[in-house]
């Protein structure tokens, strides 16, 4: 069987994806865990140069990959479980997560404008860095419509994780956060999909909050953005 038949075989880019994921997980864990070694960050680098090394196009890689992206509606559902357990702590607490959630995703959209305003970004640019701070699927989807570059959304949705990640144990000790509620919100609010994983270091309770944070966050963020960015004028 030659190569050019080789990589048009789903089972191939299947076991590929799963052997560089399992290897960048080992790579994390003996570098302490750390956010820029972040699994996500390295299996995707890797495969990036997997797939330009040998010459496979976008479409040949998703027929195996398809089956992993499947996976992710079941596990974003499946957050759903520790919310349940949690849920009187919750129905306490709504008035501050909403009061949370809309500020830091107002703050974290109307900063990146603003920075990218005063380096002189052109529109695209501005349109493409605006929704950094929800899971990608919601970036990708609202960075295109509003006439941004998706893909790119994509990467700096993964930047934004890594660094929410590293700097919030550090903002965690100076502000002196010991309760797990708090510092999974915060991470889900600032650190989407990453930072959803992230909490549940701290506790399923922390990860339960992280993950309603990205959910509201993200379905928060669709709605205002457009406003947001016609208020910068773009």
């Known amino acids: 069987m030659s190569w050019s038949e080789l990589q048009m075989l789903p089972v191939l880019w299947l076991v590929v994806t799963l052997v560089v994921f399992l290897f960048a997980s080992w790579l994390n864990a003996k570098a302490g865990r750390s956010p820029f070694l972040h699994p996500v960050l390295?299996?995707?680098?890797?495969?990036?140069?997997?797939?330009?090394?040998?010459?496979?196009?976008?479409?040949s890689y998703m027929s195996g990959g398809q089956y992993i992206?499947?996976?992710?509606?079941?596990?974003?559902?499946?957050?759903?479980?520790?919310?349940?357990?949690?849920?009187?702590?919750?129905?306490?607490?709504?008035?501050?997560?909403?009061?949370?959630?809309t500020s830091g995703a107002v703050?974290?959209?109307?900063?990146?404008?603003?920075?990218?305003?005063?380096?002189g970004l052109s529109d695209e640019m501005l349109l493409t860095l605006a929704p950094k701070s929800v899971t990608s699927p919601i970036a990708i989807a609202v960075a295109e419509k509003m006439g941004g570059y998706?893909?790119?959304?994509?990467?700096?949705?993964?930047?934004?994780g890594a660094l929410g990640c590293l700097f919030a144990?550090?903002?965690?000790?100076?502000?002196?956060?010991?309760?797990?509620?708090?510092?999974?919100?915060?991470?889900?609010?600032?650190?989407?999909?990453?930072?959803?994983?992230?909490?549940?270091?701290?506790?399923?309770?922390?990860?339960?909050f992280a993950g309603l944070?990205?959910?509201?966050?993200?379905?928060?963020?669709?709605?205002?953005?457009?406003?947001?960015?016609?208020?910068?004028?773009?």
């Open 42 to 59: 390295v299996s995707l680098t890797l495969i990036i140069l997997v797939l330009m090394l040998s010459g496979t196009d976008y479409q």
């Open 213 to 234: 944070a990205m959910a509201m966050t993200g379905a928060f963020t669709a709605f205002f953005l457009p406003f947001l960015v016609v208020l910068f004028g773009l």
């Open 169 to 208: 144990p550090w903002v965690y000790r100076l502000l002196n956060i010991e309760d797990p509620a708090v510092k999974g919100f915060a991470l889900g609010v600032g650190a989407h999909a990453m930072g959803t994983a992230f909490a549940f270091e701290y506790g399923v309770m922390a990860g339960a």
């Open 69 to 101: 992206h499947f996976l992710l509606g079941p596990a974003v559902v499946a957050l759903a479980v520790p919310l349940y357990d949690n849920r009187a702590m919750i129905r306490q607490m709504w008035l501050p997560l909403l009061v949370g959630c």
């Open 150 to 160: 998706g893909s790119l959304a994509a990467g700096l949705v993964l930047i934004t």
């Open 107 to 119: 703050l974290a959209a109307a900063s990146a404008l603003a920075v990218g305003v005063l380096l």
